[in-house]
């Protein structure tokens, strides 16, 4: 089922994906607070991402917040717990794919999408559609892809099953394969992009590609929305077994590419910022390690609260109270709102402490907004790691 072919660009896309996979493996040990950190940024991108595709209006900020336990005002609990629920789908898939006893079955997938939904018996979670779906256009609101009648969905998943527990080949490719499959077999009522795009995610850990940068692909896409439908044609308009999916590979594999080159650059100016910031809670304030984190959101001038705090540190009120409280005496962030509005904000002198302990040099910091510092601050790390690795 679905023929498709390696184009030059996708060869040389998969070189340069091994390339940055070697570099990020040979990167040596990591902070385990780092890594965790790392892995709740990128999930909080990819969750928001994918879900916005799927019409549910949250941002990344929002999402963030969301996944520590503290729903902002701005979203609707139905919302937030579907932005959970994509959570504990990616959760479930990571658990499962480090199983000894792994294998792939149509039960697997429907597991999958059980958690998408949030169990919702209404919108069909974990079940394989019962009639006709069909594709339409965000814009013009007419059908544009067929998928096949429903009393073929449950072969065509375990053909997809199947296909999954024995192909090979790059990884990249067998995870854009595997996701154009179902979205092409189109199997639930509702939440096929996300499953699909899961799948994808799933199929690369299962390969050896641990790193979040390999496994949130949601992200780009999400970037490049029209780019993503558009991939979709060489599906044609109605179910086609024998389409030939090679423009799809194509763009998923550069996609991939492209992606883990942009958070490979990234994570090492979020390290650097990171490492700064742990530096000066450790030794400076004397504070636990765990202050770092809102340090390094309030750098970045996310949303702090009481709340999201002690999600992300996994402590009490009072002891996060404490923390921010000196936090605050240290000039680095300042509280602003009142009562259960209250949120702490970076400083300008929490910028000048990451510049100065990042090596930035002062003259190339603006005066006045700190949105134009933060971002020269970051834009001077960069272009050192740029220039370093090349």
């Not at 950190?37 to 900020?61: H, L, Q, W």
């Not at 958690?115 to 609101?141: D, F, M």
């Not at 009481?306 to 509280?335: F, M, P, W």
Request: proline share 4%.
């Amino acid at each position: 089922m679905y023929g498709f072919h390696l184009t030059d660009d996708t060869s040389a896309c998969l070189a340069r994906i091994e390339e940055l996979r070697h570099s990020l493996d040979s990167s040596g040990p990591l902070p385990r607070l780092w890594i965790g950190r790392t892995r709740r940024d990128v999930e909080a991108e990819a969750i928001a991402a994918s879900t916005r595709m799927e019409g549910v209006a949250v941002t990344v900020e929002e999402t963030r917040r969301i996944l520590a336990g503290d729903r902002p005002p701005s979203v609707t609990p139905a919302d937030a717990a579907l932005v959970e629920g994509y959570r504990d789908a990616m959760h479930y898939v990571l658990a499962r794919a480090d199983d000894a006893n792994f294998t792939w079955h149509t039960e697997l997938l429907l597991a999958i999408h059980h958690r998408i939904l949030v169990g919702s018996y209404g919108q069909g979670a974990g079940r394989l559609r019962e009639g006709q779906n069909w594709v339409t256009s965000a814009t013009s609101g007419e059908s544009v892809y067929l998928p096949p009648p429903a009393d073929r969905v449950p072969h065509l998943m375990d053909e997809l099953a199947s296909w999954l527990a024995t192909a090979d080949g790059p990884a990249p490719v067998r995870a854009a394969v595997g996701h154009v499959r179902l979205a092409g077999i189109h199997p639930f009522r509702d939440g096929n992009g996300r499953a699909a795009r899961i799948l994808a995610s799933l199929v690369m850990y299962r390969s050896g590609y641990r790193a979040p940068h390999f496994t949130s692909l949601e992200e780009w896409w999400g970037r490049h929305v029209f780019q993503y439908y558009g991939a979709f044609a060489c599906l044609g308009d109605t179910w086609d077994p024998e389409a030939d999916v090679t423009s799809f590979v194509e763009a998923h594999v550069r996609a991939q590419a492209v992606q883990v080159e942009a958070l490979s650059l990234r994570g090492a100016v979020e390290r650097a910022i990171w490492t700064v910031v742990t530096d000066v809670v450790t030794l400076d304030l004397r504070l636990a390690e765990r202050a770092a984190n809102a340090l390094y959101d309030a750098f970045f001038a996310r949303s702090v609260t009481n709340r999201y705090y002690r999600g992300l540190a996994e402590i009490s009120q009072v002891t996060a109270s404490h923390d921010l409280a000196k936090l605050c005496a240290s000039g680095l962030i300042v509280a602003q709102g009142a009562g259960r509005g209250t949120h702490y904000a970076g400083t300008g002198r929490l910028i000048e402490l990451v510049a100065r302990g990042a090596s930035v040099d002062a003259r190339r910091i603006p005066a006045g907004d700190l949105e134009e510092q933060r971002d020269a601050v970051t834009a001077a790390i960069a272009q050192r790691l740029h220039g370093a690795r090349h």
